[in-house]
């Protein structure tokens, strides 16, 4: 442990009665700022003493490169920029051995009497910040609190601060990773992984460097390159030099140990299923957990006279197969840690018995992290329980006493996390190893695996008292196994029956420890028949759908078959469970639903390939991830545009945000409305306000093109134009078939005038994907040489490309022209070049009906006969080449004019641009910020896309209604082509304005018929223009209160209303608390739990009603700050108040519980954490019954006197 | 009736431009009202709102927000205001 031996005995007494002098009277001040210099140097100094002789904290500061907040080792702390401030970070746990305390701005601080030493833990959830003074000195201008780190603390500390810097995406981010990492059981056993690479993967995931399938290649990455240490560390010798291997003194082992490491409060059970399930906690209950596990500590010391500890902190217990094939606890030890292990140490090694496990067996390790407050020290815990059982031991399972495991939870946990009987089936006793009589040395595939890991042992390969032993015997045995796979590709014979049928059963049994490189070999696979090869495809479709894909990893991990267990497992309801289950039976993977018998469902595919199917399309999938993320780095504004909005409409966000791509890529809002016209005229989004984004395969295929075809120079030139997806359908051009094809979009009409020369003839229908057109220049080709289908398509596409040039020209001039219009001085000469334009590009479309009678004339006489395939060709050809030379470089020029205008308008002074933008953008932000706080953003963006269209619909109405010119506004929607949502906006906004006295937007039966005067209030303050747009103009000072008046009445009339209904909703799972709901009757005890004022009497007054909404609402930030519901709460406070101290030493005490009613007074919100303050309030409640408030120190000594 | 482009003193905006305006308040607005509706709403009659959606029937939507959901209409309208008067700081 970090702080071993850190208090030199010589120093021990005289300086920590120093200190705890010189801390005492820092205490008496109100804060600490209110030292002055010369006090605030004298209590550095004593921390500078005590922290010198030890030597450890001020290394440390420097190693981090960051400025050290004073007195030294106080803080870690960073200059903002050169600010002369300080940003000070402190950890959520931190711990001190000192005396007191600081200050009471922290949620701080516990002092804890061991072993004569008064040791302080301290949770501090805010960052202080320091000032520098022009005397140089820091100035404490927040408050903090005093306390030291070692080297090994700060980096827990430069982790830990992090996550007090998270905004509530990185939260989301960070639970990803978790979640994702979990899936690594390997990894998260693996110290260097866990203390090194982890932290490093999870910022860069965190900062979105790296994406959820990269962070999964890179895991697999990690764990494919430790299978390869064996190879790296020591190559196979060849098969001459190879020795044989020695006689295993104890059985090979036919698998491999599971450490599932649930400690640290990463899982709960949750039990609100039909089925309970491991639910992982968020970072926030996880950090409550973290100070729990030090709380915890501080209760534990039951003993405190004789300083000895009487903390279990490992049960070991033995789980085994029971004969129904779930897991049955069959006993359960105790260890006692001494404080010097459990303070210093792991546990002596001895003290863990040597566990002689068969594979069917399961040792629980449950508490560890209570234990092990450090990951490194839970790490080397995990690693000595892995290295001390036989290797021939089944799994080990690490539980965490915080999730309450009981005995039917730790089987409940291993039974979800271990397959059944059928999959995992008892191991079969071994013959002794006997040396395969091949008459040679033999080669890793003639032995069986515990011979090849003796070998290795003998060879030092493998040394069992490395420290990495356990990670070394997962990579020899990963490589055992992929060199049998490929041997049993190459030639199947030379393995021994033996070795192909332990490789067999291993593979069967535990297939995901196998890489991908596991031959197929029918001498290896399993007896479950292959899918069938036409359903694939369907399948791989059915895939694509994620739940699906859910549904079906399930179905093969865990062989859930069951609906209800499948709909808890999914997070989902039994209707979709049932959905999914029959699309699975559908695809011939389940067996159908036998609605009399109502067995349990079989899984009829082989699971293997199943595994590699969706291991195949998520491989695709990860594809187009890395291409949206390659896409993301393009030069081409275009490509990054495309691959930006691609990415967040992955997100849950299907509209093109114009503030998005203004902040993401530093654009002008020109630039940005070309890229939209780009998009549009691409046919990628909807030219509507919220610009859709209509194809999102487009999208992906569109980069994925340019990601395995990057264009030439000239494609990109093109590229930078604006597409059309019109298509120009020439007259009578026979394609191979002599049909003539193609068709068009109908949605695109805006040059599809008959009166605009321009206009080509368009046809309704399916657009004709755009081919790329041949280069013409290369001449005529000959028969041979020319494709057949070649020829309508180039025609096609050339004449396609014209009419597609021109039009986007002509766009361009047009919004020249509409730019020029906004210009402060307009410039008419750049008028006349635009005119100028139109003509040029006229010249060039002109030319296309006489290429079109050219083309359609040589397609008649292939028509009649008159040429043959070959002449026709070769005469297109030649027309193609004709029209080239002569349109191209017309094209070229207009594009130079049209390129030079364009320059030439933006050099002049523009109109200011619409400035309702950044708001907008700001408020769609705030709106994300609040549904990323949300209990879980990601169902809630779930269910918002489904219920989107109609909310979107409201809102639209709202706004129109509001809009002022709304009608004028709904014209514009029809006028655009956006008829149908014009007309549902128009009937909202008739239904909500029909009348000259504006009416609520829509209508509101219900609120309307609320009592009380405030609805009123709130109704006319919303109905009444007047209130918010007077007649007159009203001053900024007038709008800001006509506005702020209405919020106000709108907080009000919320709570009235949450008041006033019979049954009210559910409260707000976030912090966006529309609705505060009132506490139960009963529920908080005013008189218990409301703090006494300053001179320490009790308020007798009645509360008033608006002191009890304050005090409610006050009450859920507060259930919200420990993640607990209000109807948590109100359970929790029906604890009566004796049974809950009866817990308090309960190791096995629900901590929420212990939160909640530590926060069950409303006014210690910011001591939610603080024992002290939590005794504080319990004392006056009667178990005591003190009347003054008492310290920690008085409350332990309130304890030993009652014996406890 | 709060007319929102004169409190944000954008009377003269084209029609186009005024209605760009309202889609980009709209998603913001409908999304607040959502969150709000969500938080209200229970698990079953989420499910129940998610079934109706998917159904597309506008009438049974509205009735059913009408019920669960009494107070979203002044939701609503406070959100446009505390929107608008977002957009309007930053004018």
Redesign the interface.
Known sequence: MANKDRIPTSLENQENAEIAATLESINEFDSFSSLSPEERKAAAGKYQRFTQAEGSASGAFSQKGKYVGMPDGMFYAEEVGESGEFKVFVPPIIKAEQNTVVDDTFDIIRREKTQGLARLHAQVIKPATFKRLPSGELELYQRGVIVRFTPEEWELIAQKSEGLQMTAEMVGRLEEFDKTLNSFPSLSSESYFYNRTRPELMEKFIAREITHDGLIDELNRIKTNANKKPDRKSPTPPPENRPMPPKPETPPTQREKIIIDLSGGSYSIDESGPEPTLKPKSIFQRGNLYGATRYFRFLQPDDSKTGQFKITVIHPAKVKKGEGGDWELVEKGELDISPAERENEAPSLEKIPKWSLDATEILVIEGISRYATDLSMREKIASIISEHTPSDAADILIGDNYCRPGRDDIVRVINEFKPKTSENPPAQPEAEPVKPETGHDPEIWEMTQGQYLDWCRTEGILDVNSPKYAEELEAAIAHYKSSIAAQLEENPNSVPENVREEYARATEKQPQQLDASISQNPSSSVEKPEPPTETNTSLENELNDLQFQRALQEVIEKQITNEKRLASVLKT?ATKAIELLDRLEKQGIISPYDKKSKPPREILWNRKQLREIIARTRGSRRAKESTIQEALESEDLYVRCIALLLAESRKGKP?S??GLLMEKFELDRKKTDEIFTRLVADGLIKK???RTILNHQAMADYLKTLSENPPTQKEEVDQEEPKSERVFIPEKIPNADNKIGGKVNPQLELYNNPEDPLSPRWETGTPVPQQVPPPVSEGIKTEETLPETLPAETIKTYTEKIYSTANNLLIRKNKAETRLAQLTSPDPEIQKSLDALVKLTLQATDKVPGIREALNTAGERFDEGGINHGEYLIEAQKILDQAHQEINPILERAEQEISAIEDQINSLPQLEE???????A???K???A??DK?ENPTA?RR??S???????????A????????GY??Y???EN?GEKEKAAEVLKKSEET?PTQK?T????????QKKEGVDQER??DS??N?DD??PAKEPTKEE?DKT?DQ??VA?EE??RA?AHSQVEP??P???N?S??IPPPPPGEINETETSPPPPDGKRETEPKTESAATERTVKLNQILKQVGMKPEEYGSIKDTPLKQFLKNYGDPLYNMNAVTAYITGDPYVVSHRNSLSVAILKMAPTGITGMEKEMTIDEWFRYRESIGK | MLDIFKTLKLENLSDEEKAEIIAQIAEPLSKRIMLYAYEHLSETDRAELETLADQADESKISAFIKSKLPGLDQIASIEALKIIEEVRKKI
């Open positions: 309801n509209f945000q114009r509507d306000g919220l619409n400035p309702a933008e950044a708001g907008i700001t408020a769609d705030a709106t994300e609040e549904i949300s809630i269910w918002m489904k219920a989107r269209k109609h909310f979107l619909r409201i809102a639209l709202l706004l129109i209604g509001a809009g002022g010119g004028a506004v014209k514009t929607l655009r304005a504006p609520p937007p829509f209508e509101d039966t219900v609120s709130v109704q919303i109905k223009p918010f747009i709008r506005i209405a919020l709108r009339a919320i209303q909703p559910p707000p799972a976030s966006v529309y609705e």
